[in-house]
C-alpha cells in the first residue's frame, strides 16, 4: 500500500496542547504492554500470533504493533466486555477454547499447527472459520463464526486502532485535548493535523507532518 | 499528584466526608452536605444519570433532603478524561449481562454509563424534542402507545431543560411547533455535516445544524467546544453540557448528597409490603442501608428493571412495582443501520462533534412510508478504533481488506438514522437466576428481536440515506447495522394492569416508589431520548413538589 501520510508521527504531538497528562499517562502504558504471554500458554500464544498476523499482516516492519500481547493482556486481567452472546462461553473460556480449536483444524486439513502454515493456508481456514464452516469436536458448543465475529474480530482490530502506529497510517490525528480543531471544513487541516500526500508531491506532505509537532 | 482517587482506582470513593469533587478544578472540592444511613432522607435516588442527577438537583432545590447513589466514580474531567478511545472504555457500564434474542444488542458501549452524569458524560449530545403527536402515537397517528402526558405538559420544561444546557442550535428549528432560537448560536457545520447539508438540498428536504448540548460560547465556567471529537469517549474541557456538569453540580450545590461508587442491589420495603423504606447498597467494601421516605429508581432501562426484580419479597414475589408483568418488558432501543461512502473530498470526520448536521424530515412526513413510525439521521464522525471495528464486525474486513478499508478513513462519511422501534411486551430485561455480578446480584438478560415494522423502517431509511450518499456524491456504498439507546422498560401510563407508574413516574403498586428514566418511555420516537428523560425529570420534580404541598407525598 501507498504510504498516504508519510512521515506523519502522532507522537510528536505529545508535548503539545493536543495531549493532556491523562493521555501521555494513558498511551505510555499501551506502549509498555507486557509482551506476553501471562494468560495463554506458549502454544495457545503462538496460534494467536499468527491468527493476528492475518487479521492485520504487519510485514517486514521494524516495530510491529504487539497484538498477541494486547490480546493476552486482556485475557490476564479478564477485562470483559460487558455482556456477551448468549451462546458464547465468558472471554477467557472462548479465547481458550477458539484458539485450541484453530489448532486442531489445522492439524486436521494441513497436519501440521496453525502457526506453521503458509498464509494461504492460514487465511482458507480464517476464512471457513468466519463462514461457520469449521466443526472439529474442540469447538464443543461454541459456534465458530461466532467466535470470530464476536471476540476475534472485534478484539484483533480494536487493539490495533488503539495504537499510534495505525494512526499514522490513517492518517488519523489522535489525541486532541485540550487543544481540538479550528478548521472544520472540506479539504482544510489544522497544522497539527496529517497532510496527505497526493502522487508526486510527496515532499510537501512530508515537510508539513514533520512539523505537526510544532 | 492528586491524593484523591485515581481514575484507575476502582474502589474509592471521592464524594464523602462532607464533599464532593469539583467538576471545573483538577483535584479541587466543593462542600456537600452529607446524611447518616440511619437519617431518613426525603429522597434517595439510584442513579445519578439524566434522570437521576436532574431530579436530584430540582429536589434538592426546592428543599428536600436527597441522596442520590451512582454505582460508578465522580469525575473531574478535566484530570481523569484522556483523548483516547481505549483508556475512556472506563466510562462505560461493564459489569457481566447476557444478550440475546434474534437480533441482540450490543451493550457496555455507548449505550450504558457508570459513573456520576451516567450515559451523558459520554452520549453524543444531541438535544431534540418528540414530535408533539408522539405523546399520543396511538390516537394521533395510529400506532404505538399513548403515553399519559400531552406535548403541552412537556413542553415547558422541554424549554426548562433546554436552557439549564445552554443548547446550541439554530434560530429557526425547521421542524416542530413554533419555537424561539435556541439559547446559544448554532456551530460551525463541519465537513461530514455540510454533505448532509449538500445531499439534502439536493434531494429537495429540509436540515440544519443538530441541536447540542455542548456550548458554542462560554457557560459558567465551560469554555467553548474546540471540536475535539472525542465526544463519545468524555468530555475532557467540560464544554459538553453533561448531567455531570450540570444537574450534579447543581444538586451539590442545592445540599442534595451524591454517593458514588455506591452499587444499590435493593430496594427495601416495609414488612408489609406497602411502602418503600431505603435502599441496600454496597460501598467501600460493605453492605448498608440508607433509610428513606421516598425511593427513585433512575438507573436506566437494564439497572432499573433489574433493581426492581432483584428487591422481590414475599409480598412482591414478581419484584416490586410489577402487579402489571411490565417491568422488564416492552424494552426498546432505537434501530440504528449506517449507510457509508467514500468522498474525493478530504472530509476528516473525526474533527468535531459526531452529528453536526441533522434532517428530522422522516419524523415530520407521515406520506410515502410502508412503515408505522419515524426517524431523524444525522451526519457522523467515528474515531479510528470505532471505525476499524465497524469495518471488521459489520463489513467483515480482515487482513490487507481491512487495511485497505481503513486508508480512505479521511475521505469517509455516512449517515446513522435513530429509528423508532416498536415496544414489544416479547422484548425484555430478566433475571438469569444462575450468575451474579461482583456484588453477588443476579445479572440481567437482555432479550431483543425487532418487529416487521421495524425491519421496513430500516430498510426504508438505509435507502433514503443511500440516495442521499449518491446526490452527494459518494461511492462505493456500504451498510451496516447497530442500535442505540434503551427504553421503555417501566412504561408509565393510564392503567395500572398495563404500566408501571403514572405520568408522574409514581408506581402504582407502592406509591412511595418512583423511576426517573428512560425506561418510563411508552414509545420512542425517533429522537434521542436524553432531552426527553430530562423534560421528564423536571416535570416530575414539579410534580412531587406540588403533591407534597397538597400532603399527597
Known amino acids: 500500500m501507498r504510504d498516504r501520510y508519510p512521515d506523519y508521527d502522532v507522537a510528536d504531538k505529545r508535548a503539545t496542547p493536543s495531549w493532556n497528562d491523562a493521555t501521555r499517562t494513558a498511551l505510555d502504558q499501551r506502549l509498555a504492554v507486557h509482551p506476553g504471554p501471562r494468560f495463554l500458554d506458549a502454544a495457545a500464544f503462538a496460534t494467536l500470533q499468527a491468527l493476528c498476523g492475518r487479521i492485520l499482516p504487519q510485514g517486514e516492519r521494524t516495530h510491529p504493533v504487539p497484538l498477541a500481547a494486547y490480546v493476552d493482556e486482556k485475557l490476564w486481567l479478564d477485562k470483559r466486555a460487558g455482556f456477551r452472546n448468549a451462546e458464547l462461553p465468558p472471554l477467557r473460556e472462548a479465547w481458550q477454547r477458539g484458539l485450541a480449536a484453530l489448532e486442531a483444524e489445522a492439524q486436521r486439513a494441513y497436519g501440521r499447527g496453525f502457526a506453521a502454515l503458509d498464509p494461504a493456508s492460514q487465511d482458507a481456514l480464517v476464512g471457513r472459520m468466519a463462514a461457520g464452516g469449521l466443526h472439529d469436536p474442540a469447538w464443543g458448543d461454541m459456534p465458530c463464526a461466532l467466535f470470530f465475529a464476536e471476540r476475534v474480530m472485534a478484539e484483533i482490530p480494536r487493539a490495533y486502532y488503539a495504537h499510534p502506529s495505525a494512526w499514522n497510517e490513517i492518517g488519523f490525528g489522535g489525541p486532541a485535548s485540550p487543544r481540538g480543531y479550528v478548521r472544520l471544513d472540506f479539504d482544510k487541516r489544522d497544522p497539527w493535523e496529517a497532510a496527505e500526500a497526493q502522487p508526486g508531491r510527496e515532499a510537501e506532505a512530508r515537510k508539513a507532518n514533520s512539523r505537526v509537532g510544532r | ?553
Open chain 2, 1 to 553: 499528584m492528586s491524593t484523591s482517587a485515581s481514575p484507575h482506582d476502582p474502589v474509592t470513593p471521592r464524594a464523602k466526608d462532607g464533599r464532593a469533587p469539583d467538576v471545573f478544578v483538577p483535584d479541587g472540592w466543593v462542600p456537600m452536605r452529607c446524611h447518616a444511613d440511619t437519617e431518613e432522607v426525603d429522597f434517595a435516588i439510584v442513579g445519578a444519570g439524566a434522570g437521576g442527577a436532574t431530579l436530584a438537583a430540582r429536589l434538592a432545590e426546592k428543599g428536600f433532603s436527597v441522596v442520590c447513589f451512582d454505582a460508578g466514580p465522580y469525575w473531574r474531567p478535566l484530570e481523569d478524561f484522556a483523548s483516547d478511545e481505549l483508556a475512556q472504555e472506563m466510562l462505560y457500564w461493564t459489569d457481566p449481562r447476557i444478550t440475546g434474542g434474534a437480533d441482540p444488542i450490543a451493550l457496555a458501549g455507548n449505550n450504558c454509563g457508570k459513573g456520576v452524569g451516567g450515559s451523558t458524560v459520554h452520549f453524543s449530545m444531541v438535544s431534540l424534542r418528540f414530535r408533539p403527536e408522539w405523546f399520543k402515537s396511538r390516537s394521533k397517528l395510529g400506532y404505538g402507545y399513548d403515553w399519559p402526558v400531552t406535548y403541552e405538559e412537556i413542553a415547558p420544561y422541554y424549554d426548562q431543560a433546554e436552557r439549564a444546557l445552554s443548547i446550541s442550535g439554530p434560530v429557526k428549528y425547521p421542524w416542530g411547533p413554533p419555537r424561539g432560537p435556541y439559547p446559544y448560536r448554532p456551530h460551525e457545520v463541519n465537513a461530514p455535516g455540510l454533505i448532509l447539508g449538500r445531499a439534502a438540498d439536493r434531494m429537495g428536504i429540509k436540515w440544519c445544524s443538530t441541536p447540542l448540548a455542548t456550548v458554542s460560547a462560554p457557560h459558567g465556567k465551560s469554555p467553548p467546544c474546540v471540536y475535539r471529537g472525542y465526544c463519545h469517549y468524555g468530555c475532557s474541557t467540560n464544554a459538553k453540557q453533561s448531567a455531570l456538569v450540570v444537574w450534579a453540580a447543581r444538586a451539590v450545590k442545592a445540599g442534595a448528597e451524591i454517593r458514588d461508587m455506591a452499587m444499590v442491589g435493593q430496594v427495601e420495603t416495609s414488612a408489609d409490603g406497602a411502602r418503600a423504606t431505603g435502599v441496600r447498597y454496597h460501598r467501600e467494601g460493605e453492605w448498608r442501608v440508607q433509610k428513606a421516605r421516598n425511593v427513585v429508581v433512575s438507573g436506566y432501562a437494564i439497572e432499573t428493571p433489574r433493581l426492581l426484580l432483584n428487591s422481590a419479597t414475599p409480598k412482591h414475589p414478581n419484584g416490586l412495582a410489577n402487579s402489571s408483568g411490565c417491568v422488564g418488558a416492552y424494552l426498546t432501543t432505537q434501530s440504528g443501520p449506517g449507510v457509508w461512502a467514500t468522498f474525493e473530498e478530504d472530509i476528516r470526520w473525526s474533527k468535531g462533534p459526531p452529528n453536526m448536521a441533522v434532517t428530522e424530515h422522516w419524523n415530520y412526513t407521515d406520506e410515502g412510508k410502508d412503515f408505522h413510525g419515524g426517524y431523524a439521521f444525522m451526519s457522523q464522525g467515528p474515531l479510528a478504533r470505532e471505525w476499524g471495528q465497524n469495518l471488521a464486525t459489520s463489513r467483515g474486513l480482515w487482513g490487507e481488506d481491512l487495511q485497505r478499508g481503513m486508508a480512505d478513513y479521511n475521505h469517509t462519511m455516512g449517515f446513522v438514522p435513530v429509528g423508532e422501534v416498536e415496544p414489544r411486551a416479547c422484548n425484555t430485561v430478566t433475571l438469569v437466576d444462575d450468575e451474579f455480578d461482583q456484588y453477588g446480584l443476579k445479572i440481567p438478560k437482555v432479550t431483543f428481536s425487532y418487529s416487521d415494522n421495524d425491519k421496513r423502517l430500516i430498510e426504508h431509511s438505509v435507502k433514503f440515506m443511500g440516495h442521499m450518499l449518491d446526490a452527494a456524491g459518494g461511492r462505493d456504498q456500504w451498510r451496516n447495522d447497530d442500535t442505540s439507546h434503551l427504553l421503555g422498560t417501566c412504561r408509565m401510563g393510564d392503567d395500572p394492569r398495563t404500566s408501571v407508574v403514572n405520568a408522574d413516574g409514581r408506581s402504582w403498586d407502592i406509591p412511595n416508589l418512583w423511576v426517573c428514566d428512560g425506561s418510563l418511555f411508552a414509545t420512542t420516537g425517533g429522537v434521542n431520548p436524553s432531552l426527553t428523560i430530562q423534560a421528564l425529570a423536571l416535570r416530575c420534580a414539579d410534580r412531587i413538589e406540588s403533591l407534597a404541598r397538597r400532603g399527597e407525598l
